[in-house]
């Protein structure tokens, strides 16, 4: 079913309103979808490579609208239906320490799954459910898919072609390293 799906999105790419396809993927991705925006980005970027950064700013803007989708849906089916079932569980406190856990590290969490191959539409969900600040969270999530996005844009506008197995195959993991190597410094630098 997936590869169905990323096909699919292979196909969409090439569509003559292949901007709007990505602005819709782009936005429920954010939220509930299973496959990234970046499987359109890529092939419409090699196809025009001078779109490249209007392509990255088209999932960028419906990135961060779908991330207050995925916040929305954290903070209202927490409240209806989450929060009543934890009371009846015993588990409220728990839950509360849970999320003040989270809000300490919201910002990281969601630059990290927001950069990272790490599920964006999770954290999205989860810092509406924490209640993260709305600020921090719209703000960082700017960053966060700004710099995943403009990266993939800059990288194949400046190479091309040979630069897609990169993207498709390591980038995720280079990104990954990249962030543990930046908590790493900061850790660093904050207890020595």
Known sequence: MLRRLYDRMLALAAHRHALWWLALVSFVESSVFPIPPDVMMIPMILARPSRAWLIASVALVASVLGGLLGYAIGALAFEQIGQPILMSL???????????????????????????????????????????????????????RGLRFFLVAALLWKFGAPVRDFIERRLGLVTILFVALLFGGFYLVRHL
């Open 90 to 144: 015993g588990k409220a406190d728990a839950m509360a320490e849970f999320s003040t856990r989270f809000n300490d590290l919201g910002f990281w969490a969601v630059l990290t799954a927001g950069v990272t191959p790490f599920p964006y539409k999770v954290i999205t969900i989860m810092s509406g459910w924490t209640a993260l600040p709305l600020g921090t969270f719209i703000v960082t999530s700017i960053l966060a």
